[in-house]
Structure formats: structure tokens, C-alpha cells
């Protein structure tokens, strides 16, 4: 079996450890790095998956997926470079990061694929973006999909598209929990207890993506048949367009796009 060694299992490393183990793969196939020895015992002791050095995940994986916020990336590739084989796969996940830095960085002919992926890949239900690097060839894209299907779906895009995809998709499940959070302090301003408020609108949230995903209409169909005339929702409607709701949605969506274009600028500059 393919071994996967993750580097960095911080928030998104950890879900992917997580995800792939729930999802059939075994341990002894994944190894992490971690800074904090104290945090690999205890994801070691929580996933049975060996804490290795990143001069030992180089020697000992197939596949190196880098987890590492992008300001951590070159003491790692520093790192990884001298120790690194020559058909390992190189996997990146973080924001705004060129393929091309790490080809620029790791030896010549390194196949790198860059994905973006987000958290929900806890619960096998990921959106991830894949595209491939100069020296990444259909075998390696395809055992990226391979992986990546066991924790969700996967789509594969131009490395042209990945910043606005990580503004989309990968930041995606923060607006929705923001969204949720927001909605609960409404049930408790019109006096609905904590906990029901969030029964509620989670409840909701969970109908109105099941909907989405399983249905096949159009959201403006779904949002016009739960709007009736002279009725409630379009007096919520009307507000949300009053306060710039759609804008600021672009505006947000917009912002992050560009934050991913300057994290990758950021390391050009180095
Ligand atoms: N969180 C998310 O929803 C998503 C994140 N990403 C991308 O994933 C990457 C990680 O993000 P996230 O998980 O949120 O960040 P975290 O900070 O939670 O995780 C990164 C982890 O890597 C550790 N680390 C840093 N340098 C090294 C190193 N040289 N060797 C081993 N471990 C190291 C960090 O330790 P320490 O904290 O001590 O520095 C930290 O535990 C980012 O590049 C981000 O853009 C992509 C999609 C979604
Ligand atoms: O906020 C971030 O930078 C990362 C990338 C996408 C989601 N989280």
C-alpha cells in the first residue's frame, strides 16, 4: 500500500489523517510530522499513526502532503529537499502556493500537485480542488483523486483557478458556520432558548444542503418556494438586501482571492 506522510498536522492535516483512517485506510500505511512533540504523542496515541521526523517521511513515504500554514513553507522544503526521492509525490494543501515554488525548491523533476481542499473532509464530506505542476503526470493526479475520494469529492481545475477556488470552497465552511452562529443570536434576540435556537437553524442548514446536493433545482427556485407573497421570508429578504447582504458576500469572497495571491506572492519575494 501507497505511504502517506503528512506534514504538519495542524487543524487540515489532522482532518485528513483523520478522514482517511475513517474512511478505510490503515494506520500503518500514514506517519505525521508535528513541530510539538507533545502534540504528536498525543495524535499518535488519538490515530495509532506513527510521529516521524520530515527526514524520515521523506526516506520512508510515497506521498508527502504538506499541511503547513504557507509562512512555514521554506524551513520545511529546506528540510525536505536533501533527503527527498526521486518519484516521491510531492502533495501541497496550503493557500496561495505555486507549484512552482516547489519545484523551484525540491530537486529537479519532483512531481508536485497542488489541491485545496476544506474541513468538512472530517466527516468524509470534503471539497477538494486538484491541479497538477509541470513534472505531475495523470498517474499522479489520479492517485490524488484516489486518496481524496475516500474523504470527499474532487474536482479537477486549472492551477489558474486555485486561488479563487481556496476563496470559494476551501474558506467556503467558515461563511456557513458564520452564517449559522449569526442566525442562532437572532433565535436568542426573539427570546428562543440556546439550545433550541441551534436545533433549529442547524436542522435547517442540514435540510436546506441536502436539498442542494440531492434535488437538482436551482437556489433561486428552492428560496422562491419558501417564499410566499406578502409573507414572512420576504420581509427577511428585503433586510438582506437593504444591509448589502449579496455584496458584501462578493466583496468577502473577492478579498480572500486576493489574500491567496499575495500568500504566494509572499514567497516569490523571499
Ligand atoms: N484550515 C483549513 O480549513 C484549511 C487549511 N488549508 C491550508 O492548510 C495549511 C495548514 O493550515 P491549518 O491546518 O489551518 O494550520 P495549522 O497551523 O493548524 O497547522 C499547521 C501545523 O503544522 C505545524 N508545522 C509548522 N511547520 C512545521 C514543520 N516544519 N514540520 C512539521 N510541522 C510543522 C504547525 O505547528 P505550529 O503551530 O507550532 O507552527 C501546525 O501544527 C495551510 O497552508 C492552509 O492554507 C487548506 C484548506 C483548508
Ligand atoms: O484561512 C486560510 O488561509 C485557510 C485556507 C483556506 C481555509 N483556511
Request: net charge negative; hydrophobic share 45%; glycine share 10%.
Amino acid at each position: 500500500m501507497t505511504t502517506i506522510a503528512v506534514l504538519g498536522a495542524g487543524k487540515i492535516g489532522e482532518a485528513l489523517l483523520s478522514g482517511l483512517l475513517d474512511g478505510g485506510r490503515d494506520a500503518a500505511s500514514l506517519l505525521f510530522t508535528e513541530k510539538h512533540p507533545g502534540r504528536g504523542a498525543e495524535l499518535s496515541a488519538r490515530y495509532g499513526v506513527e510521529a516521524v521526523s520530515v527526514p524520515d517521511a521523506a526516506a520512508r513515504a510515497d506521498v508527502l502532503v504538506v499541511a503547513v500554514k504557507p509562512q512555514d513553507i521554506e524551513p520545511l522544503l529546506a528540510d525536505l529537499a536533501p533527503s527527498l526521492k526521486p518519484d516521491t509525490l510531492v502533495v501541497s494543501l496550503c493557500a496561495g502556493l505555486p507549484t512552482s515554488l516547489y519545484e523551484s525548491r525540491l530537486p529537479a523533476g519532483t512531481p508536485v500537485v497542488r489541491v485545496m481542499p476544506n474541513t468538512p473532509m472530517l466527516v468524509g464530506k470534503a471539497m477538494s480542488a486538484i491541479s497538477p505542476g509541470a513534472h505531475a503526470a495523470e498517474e499522479h493526479l489520479a492517485l490524488v483523486e484516489d486518496l481524496l475520494s475516500t474523504v470527499g469529492e474532487v474536482a479537477r481545475v486549472p492551477e489558474s483557478q486555485q486561488d479563487a477556488v481556496t476563496a470559494l470552497s476551501g474558506s467556503g465552511p467558515a461563511y456557513f458556520f458564520y452564517l449559522v452562529e449569526a442566525m442562532i443570536d437572532a433565535g436568542i434576540l426573539l427570546g428562543i432558548p440556546r439550545d433550541l435556537a441551534g436545533r433549529l437553524i442547524i436542522q435547517s442548514a442540514v435540510g436546506a444542503a441536502a436539498m442542494l446536493d440531492e434535488g437538482g433545482q436551482h437556489p433561486v427556485i428552492l428560496r422562491e418556494a419558501v417564499t410566499s407573497p406578502a409573507g414572512t421570508t420576504i420581509m427577511a429578504i428585503r433586510e438582506l438586501e437593504k444591509h448589502g447582504v449579496r455584496a458584501a458576500l462578493l466583496a468577502a469572497i473577492e478579498a480572500a482571492r486576493d489574500r491567496s495571491v499575495e500568500l504566494g506572492k509572499a514567497t516569490e519575494d523571499r
